[in-house]
């Protein structure tokens, strides 16, 4: 599974830095990023970020 972030739209809530941490960060910029796609441990919570991200940008692609 592959996990992009429109980044253009993110609000910096922080949700899926704190929902998976191994995964997104919040760079430089104050924006959330992908910096490591996940392992099959990580899917879950990438999937709970995607679910819960507020603006809906964070996209699974099997």
Known sequence: MEVSIERSDCISCGLCV???PDVFRI???GLAEVYR???PAHLPAVKSAA???PVSI???EE
């Open 18 to 20: 704190s929902t998976c």
């Open 27 to 29: 760079a430089e910029d």
């Open 37 to 39: 796609q996940p392992g």
């Open 51 to 53: 679910e819960g991200c």
């Open 58 to 60: 964070i996209y699974l």
